[in-house]
């Protein structure tokens, strides 16, 4: 933004430097005296008091007309130079600001392809509340035409930083929406790029944001993002009249290889069962502070699920699996205090290679990845853990429980996978 401003300022400067011959320049002088070269050679048809007013009529429609589509060509031209010299000193017509979250794969791609000399870039912290960094930008910089916010997207939610906007989440973020609203114009547009935000009842979701926010919005009810993962950049779904264009260079936008596709922790979609049965820890040897937890299933019917995400790439450093059991916790389906286990054998060689455990029993509740350890661990009485070699993880493989890493639901039609 700076070198552009930077240059409108010289331009301008050079333009002021000349402007007593800026109108006069010679590409309209020719035109004017071509105009005046075609007038009927005999002088009694331009005089005006000697001549019934007819025929003036007919000398002026004798001018031939490609010299009158010139001189108008030429006026357009002057028109549009001058459009584009008050843009300079001005500023455009809209402004707009695009937010975009820094864990989208690839995210340094879909900076370089924003277009438009209103448009403003801020990269968001994905480490971070995103509606907060979203408010403060705002406060500071309004007013604003319309806000994009691009970042991981499920289905009827959107994922911006470590916060959830969803249907249920609005209420609690009625404050913080009716601020970012406040900053916005009145006819001003927010739009989102997430994949499904608008998908089965992410209307109803749209409709309340725009109530809160006073907001035009619009989401994609599909996969949003690179073509040839089937996704595109389309908006399928609106609340209000939408004003505001895509900000990005199409061709440019190639260039960004995935999809804005995050997997949906409490939606039924992308799961896998990876066990079976109705019977576990039949020994009732649990190692857990609290072993009163049981986990559920049946034939055929999955205890423990999967789901992975490569992000459509082909580079595994940004590949995602999720895990999901289900458990007997009917005190409390919106919160977890006792602790799962998970061992993975990654290269089948029948020996545990790493332990995944989620841990709610405590103040430091996270997810940990743990080293096996020594002991046989095959069952839970000869299962042993310990931490992970100092170095191999960042932060030794420990990850307190967020949004983007844990969830608990109620098993419903909506939220089980075999439901």
């Known amino acids: ?33 071509e105009a005046i070269s075609v007038l009927p050679a005999d002088p009694a048809l331009v005089n005006i008091e000697s001549q019934p007013s007819d025929q003036l009529l007919q000398a002026l429609a004798e001018l031939e007309a490609p010299v009158v589509d010139s001189f108008a060509r030429n006026l357009q031209t002057e028109a549009q130079q001058l459009s584009d010299i008050n843009e300079l000193v001005t500023g455009p017509d809209r402004r707009e600001v695009i937010f975009i979250d820094d864990t989208l ?49 499920a289905t009827g939610e959107q994922l911006i ?8 989440s609005l209420a609690s973020q009625a404050d913080i929406l009716s601020l970012i609203g406040q900053s916005l114009t009145a006819d001003g547009d927010i739009l989102l790029y997430g994949c499904r935000v608008a998908g089965e009842d992410g209307s109803v979701f ?35 009249l939408i004003e505001a264009d895509l900000p990005f260079n199409e061709a440019s936008l190639a260039a960004f290889s995935t999809t804005l596709d995050a997997i949906d922790l409490a939606g039924k979609d992308g799961w896998i069962p990876i066990m079976t049965g109705a019977a576990f820890d039949t020994t009732d040897d649990s190692q857990a502070g609290a072993g009163s937890l049981d986990v559920v299933g049946g034939e055929g019917i999955g205890v423990l699920y999967a789901a992975f995400d490569d992000a459509g790439t082909e580079d595994a450093s940004d590949d995602t699996i999720a895990f999901r059991v289900r458990i007997n916790n009917s005190s409390d389906t919106s919160d977890f205090s006792r602790v799962i286990v998970i061992g993975m054998d990654a290269n089948a060689d029948g020996k545990i290679d790493l332990f995944l455990s989620v841990d709610g029993r405590n103040a430091s509740r996270s997810v940990r990845l743990l080293d096996p350890g020594t002991d046989l661990n095959i069952s839970p009485s000869t299962t042993s853990t310990a931490a992970l070699p100092t170095g ?15 969830s608990v639901v109620a098993v419903s039609a909506t939220t089980d996978p075999q439901w």
Do not use: C
């Open 1 to 33: 933004m700076s070198e552009l401003k930077n240059t409108g300022k010289k331009l301008l400067k050079t333009l002021l430097a000349y402007e007593p011959r800026i109108l006069l320049d010679a590409a309209t002088a020719p035109s004017a005296a």
């Open 105 to 153: 794969p690839g995210f340094e791609a879909l900076v370089a392809a924003v277009e438009g000399a209103g448009n403003e870039i801020v990269v968001l912290d994905g480490a971070q509340d995103g509606l907060q960094q979203i408010a403060d930008y705002l406060g500071e910089n309004e007013p604003f035409d319309a806000i994009h916010i691009l970042g991981h997207g």
């Open 161 to 168: 930083g470590t916060t959830e906007i969803n249907a249920q």
């Open 206 to 240: 749209l409709h309340d944001l725009a109530a809160l926010t006073g907001a035009d919005v619009a989401a994609s009810s599909d996969v949003t993002g690179n073509a040839d993962q089937g996704g595109d950049w389309q908006l399928e779904v609106q609340s209000g």
């Open 392 to 406: 191999w993880l960042p932060n030794n493989g420990i990850y307190p429980f967020d949004n983007t890493n844990f």
